[in-house]
């Protein structure tokens, strides 16, 4: 892996309060999240700013419908220069396949993941929306599914990184949110993990938000993250 581990979720309500915190963030030290809510804000020219900014954008839109209108979608944030990109796995291997497809000719292809199964679902959530099986068999199942369409990798909780790394192999890149420092607030997070933990439990990059974007000096917070997974690289990670 080339780059930061680190991604911040800049979970702004605009544009303003988006680009004020990241003049204050040192690009060297993270890639940058960019999701719904932010980007239906302000569209496509803060995720151009935040590149001129010298950042690495994951475009976190999550993307499910028929397979041309995801390939499209997927395009189009490949012509915005965008790093990462990503999809529902629920939208089937199809869907999947002709994302993966429509992004080989990019001039800078993004690399493409998958969601597997929202943690906002519980295991009585599944039935309803005809899932069988635990939610950890579905995530298994969806990844595997993922990772036979052809994409780059899937984003999981840090706390199914080890059964998906026993599945998938060692290299398929897993993307893992709920990350605290022990001394940081979970906020509205239940199930968190330390940075060296998850590293530690295979994961490939970090979404981290709060903790960086609430701190006084986010440097500062980056930098005690990045000193934890250098801790978890160290004992062999
Ligand atoms: O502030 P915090 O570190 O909790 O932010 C985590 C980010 O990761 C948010 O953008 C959130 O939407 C996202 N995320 C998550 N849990 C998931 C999937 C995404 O927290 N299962």
Redesign the pocket.
């Known amino acids: 892996m080339i780059g930061s581990p680190i991604i911040i979720?800049l979970?702004f309500p605009g544009a303003a309060a988006a680009i004020e915190f990241t003049r204050r963030l040192d690009a060297s030290l993270c890639r940058v999240?960019v999701?719904k809510e932010l980007f239906t804000a302000t569209g496509p020219g803060l995720v151009e700013a935040l590149q001129r900014q010298g950042f690495d954008v994951f475009l976190d839109l999550k993307f499910h419908d028929i397979p041309n209108t995801v390939a499209g979608a997927c395009r189009a944030a490949a012509g915005l220069g965008v790093w990462m990109v990503n999809v529902h796995a629920l939208g089937g291997r199809a869907m999947m396949r002709t994302a993966r497809d429509a992004l080989e000719g990019a001039v800078r292809r993004p690399l493409l993941t998958a969601v597997t199964v929202?943690?906002s679902l519980s295991a009585a959530d599944l039935p309803e929306i005809g899932l069988s099986g635990t939610p950890e068999e579905n995530v298994l199942r969806l990844a595997a599914l993922a990772r036979d369409a052809g994409l780059d990798g899937v984003?999981c909780?840090a706390h199914e990184a080890k059964a998906l790394r026993s599945t998938l192999g060692e290299r398929f890149p897993l993307v893992t949110?709920?990350?605290r420092m022990p001394d940081d607030a979970a906020?509205d997070?239940s199930r968190i993990v330390t940075p060296r933990d998850a590293i530690a439990a295979g994961a490939t990059y970090l979404?981290?938000?709060?903790?960086v974007t609430r701190a006084a000096e986010p440097n500062a917070a980056l930098a005690r993250i990045l000193a934890d997974i250098a801790q978890a690289r160290a004992r062999g990670a």
Do not use: E, N
């Open positions: 979720a979970d999240k999701g929202l943690t984003v909780s949110p709920g990350i906020g997070q979404v981290v938000g709060r903790p």
